[in-house]
């Protein structure tokens, strides 16, 4: 109940200023809320629904540290994420899936199971929970009142009375209460869900009708070869250099780059759901069919590594040409992730699958956290600081939509691509007035190299635009 009631108070007092570390503050009471909870009602913590925990709260420090809301938002929702693994538990794909689910239904009988609770507390009476509420009334009542009569009668009085009553006004007065209230809901929630979960575990998903082995391999063999021919002309031609390139395709690099990208993501994607679909027809009748399924899927997987390769390389060549962007990096990282699922894939094909519904959730898990603290902004802000000093190629108006992440790194600009960039980031920053717990530490960095060094009070637009390149593809 305290923690609760700590995690509405938190959240009301640290949550209208912006995100920091005061997502984790109030996160933190709604965890031992659900921890208390579960202890109550017989629950002990497992070793993953520790791991799951301590994970979601780890996520909830990017907030902190980064700036940029990108990252931050899918922190936050990962975060969620593993938060609804830690109150359910569970090791299956369906427990992965559709933990959070529960813990949404949770929002709304957690808050019927807490005024049960409440009035269970105060001796199971409806009296007794309604005579303090009459009298919390009554009291705040007596208090406006002869308090607004006071201060009307002495201006030291009502003085004091500005100092110790907390800001009330109409614009911040009703946020303040809509985020007690949320901030009560959501720890009632975990309370709740950590005191009754969902045994998503025991929701059965029935195998597939086995397929005869002709039918089952054959179409998957063309698939294969398809993807051998595929991959026999990506090491030609994509690793064989500029020249070979230009021989091949009578492209640019950054053409060809351009060109296969989405495509090959979507290819690693529709690689994933043909094995899932395969898996779940595969032949069943002896060691023989596992040994198929083994051998024609492992090739598989190991055939769409190279097209995983292939795509990163793309990429590669994209931001060379072009240089780095949001979009570009979020799409590698995804890449990645998913060439790294295909590891996972193949190497359950050989040691068993049991484990692989929680590694690919921590896989997930994980390459969120690293993607936030890596700070994505600061490092499109270093590699185009580097692309520029190389090329003298660079798209400030991009860069002006940086966040404060990107300082450190554009500060590194020579005089006047510096100023036409950092004037643009330091008018969205705005005044110093931001409560520390509020503020990022990426932000509070910027700030500092902005007031030891601020760039020109007055920039020329038409010497910035001068210097800008305005990329043909963003």
Request: some cysteine; glycine content about 10%.
């Amino acid at each position: 109940m305290w923690a609760v009631l700590a995690t509405g108070v938190l959240s009301m007092l640290l949550l209208d200023g912006g995100l920091g570390i005061n997502l984790l503050l109030a996160a933190i009471p709604a965890g031992l809320a659900a921890y208390f909870a579960g202890r109550a009602a017989g629950r002990r913590p497992r070793a993953w629904s520790l791991v799951w925990g301590i994970g979601g709260l780890g996520l909830l420090a990017v907030p902190a540290l980064r700036d940029a809301d990108w990252p931050s938002f899918l922190a936050v929702t990962a975060a969620i994420g593993l938060g609804s693994l830690a109150l359910n538990g569970g090791r299956t794909w369906p427990a992965i899936l559709l933990g959070p689910i529960s813990v949404i239904n949770s929002v709304v009988t957690g808050v019927t199971w807490g005024w049960l609770g409440l009035r269970e507390r105060f001796g199971g009476a409806r009296r007794g929970v309604g005579v303090g509420l009459r009298s919390l009334v009554v009291s705040v009542l007596l208090l406006l009142v002869f308090g607004a009569l006071f201060a009307g009668a002495d201006a030291a009085f009502a003085d004091l009375l500005g100092d110790l009553v907390p800001d009330t006004s109409v614009t911040g007065g009703p946020v303040r209460v809509v985020l007690l209230v949320a901030g009560l809901v959501v720890a009632l929630a975990a309370a709740h869900t950590a005191a009754a979960p969902v045994r998503l575990d025991r929701v059965v998903v029935r195998p597939g009708t086995p397929r005869n082995r002709v039918e089952w391999a054959l179409p998957l063999i063309v698939l294969t070869v398809l993807f051998a021919a595929f991959n026999a002309v990506q090491l030609v031609v994509l690793f064989g250099g500029y020249d070979a390139v230009l021989k091949k395709t009578g492209q640019t690099y950054a053409e060809y780059a351009r060109q296969g990208f989405w495509q090959l993501l979507i290819v690693t994607l529709l690689t994933l759901l043909v094995v899932v679909f395969a898996l779940r027809w595969a032949p069943r009748d002896g060691a023989g069919d596992r040994k198929l399924v083994r051998g024609v899927l492992g090739t598989l997987c190991a055939l769409a590594l190279v097209v995983v390769a292939s795509a990163v390389r793309r990429m590669d060549m994209y931001v060379e040409a072009y240089g780095l962007t949001r979009l570009r990096i979020s799409v590698l990282a995804g890449e990645l992730w998913l060439g790294l699922v295909i590891v996972l894939i193949m190497a359950a094909g050989v040691w068993g699958a049991r484990w692989l519904p929680r590694v690919v959730a921590a896989s997930a898990a994980v390459g969120v956290l690293a993607f936030g603290l890596m700070s994505p902004d600061g490092l499109i802000a270093e590699n185009n600081v580097q692309r520029y000093e190389d090329t003298g190629k660079f798209d400030i108006l991009y860069a002006r939509d940086l966040s404060a992440d990107a300082v450190p790194a554009l500060d590194k600009l020579k005089e006047p691509a510096r100023s036409c960039v950092l004037s643009a980031i330091a008018d969205e920053l705005g005044e110093d007035d931001t409560p520390w717990y509020a503020m990022s530490w990426g932000e509070a960095r910027a700030r500092d190299i902005l007031r030891d060094d601020p760039p020109a009070a007055s920039v020329d637009e038409s010497v910035c635009n001068s210097l800008t390149e305005v990329p043909e593809y963003r």
